[in-house]
C-alpha cells in the first residue's frame, strides 16, 4: 500500500497570501496523484488530477506540480473560501486507494 | 448536472447490519465506475470499496473484506453497499464518488450519510 504523507498538518496564512502544500508518496506514483478540498460539513470536491491539471472550474489560482514521489498544490492568493482541508490521493498503484492525511489551511 | 445522493445511514448496534444506497442522476450511470469512500469524525479520508460499470470488478479495503458487499442496478442508477457485522470503528460518514477515469479519479462526490456504530 502507498502511504501519502502531507505536510504541514496545519498552515496558519492571511487572505492573500501564497500557500504552498507538500504530499509525499513512500514509492513512485509517476503523475498520478489528485488534490480534492474539502470545506467543513461539505463534500469533497476535485482541484487538481494527474499532478498538474485543473478539474472543471477550479480557479487558476490552484496549480499543482511534481512526479514521482513529491508534489505540491500551490495557492497564489489565498481567498477567503479557500480556508479549508486539503487532501492528496494517489492511483497509481491501487486497490487500494490511498488518501492523505491532510492539510489544514486556517485564516491566520 | 450530475448528482449523487446517499441515503440509509443511521445508528447501528455493533454486531449488527446497515444498507447504504447512492442514486445517481445527471450521467449514464452505467458507463462509470463507482466507489465507496469513508470519513471517520473528525479524520481523514478511506477508500471502502470500489465495482466496475458492468459489475465484473470489485475489490475492498482491507479494513471491509468479508463483511462489505458491493452492487449497483444499471437500470435503477443506485449503488449500495451492504454493511455487516459493523464494529465501532465502522462509524463515519459513508460517501459514494463518481470514478472517472476507471482508474481512481474521483470526479463527483456525494453529500454523505452518517453510520454510528454504538450500543
Known amino acids: 500500500e502507498i502511504v501519502l504523507t502531507q505536510s504541514p498538518a496545519t498552515l496558519s496564512l492571511s487572505p492573500g497570501e501564497r500557500a504552498t502544500l507538500s504530499c509525499r508518496a513512500s514509492q513512485s506514483v509517476s503523475s498520478y496523484l489528485a488534490w480534492y478540498q474539502q470545506k467543513p460539513g461539505q463534500t469533497p470536491r476535485l482541484l487538481i488530477y494527474?499532478?498538474?491539471n485543473r478539474a472543471a472550474g477550479i480557479p487558476a489560482r490552484f496549480s499543482g506540480s511534481g512526479s514521482g514521489t513529491d508534489f505540491t498544490l500551490t495557492i497564489s492568493s489565498l481567498e477567503p473560501e479557500d480556508f479549508a482541508v486539503y487532501y492528496c490521493?494517489?492511483?497509481?498503484?491501487?486497490?487500494?486507494?490511498?488518501f492523505g492525511g491532510g492539510t489544514k489551511v486556517e485564516i491566520k | 448536472q450530475v448528482q449523487l445522493v446517499e441515503s440509509g445511514g443511521g445508528l447501528v448496534k455493533p454486531g449488527g447490519s446497515l444498507r447504504l444506497s447512492c442514486a445517481a442522476s445527471?450521467?449514464?450511470?452505467?458507463?462509470?465506475?463507482m466507489n465507496w469512500i469513508r470519513q471517520a469524525p473528525g479524520k481523514g479520508l478511506e477508500w471502502v470499496s470500489y465495482i466496475s460499470s458492468n459489475r465484473r470488478y470489485i475489490n475492498y479495503a482491507d479494513s471491509v473484506k468479508g463483511r462489505f458487499t458491493i452492487s449497483r442496478d444499471n437500470a435503477r442508477n443506485l449503488l449500495y453497499l451492504q454493511m455487516n457485522s459493523l464494529r465501532a470503528e465502522d462509524t463515519a460518514v459513508y460517501y459514494c464518488?463518481?470514478?472517472?477515469?476507471?482508474?481512481?479519479?474521483?470526479?463527483?462526490w456525494g453529500q454523505g450519510t452518517l453510520v454510528t456504530v454504538s450500543s
Open positions: 464518488a463518481r470514478d472517472r477515469t476507471e482508474g481512481g479519479l474521483l470526479d463527483y
Open positions: 494527474d499532478a498538474s
Open positions: 490521493q494517489q492511483r497509481s498503484n491501487w486497490p487500494p486507494l490511498t
Open positions: 445527471g450521467f449514464t450511470f452505467s458507463d462509470y465506475y
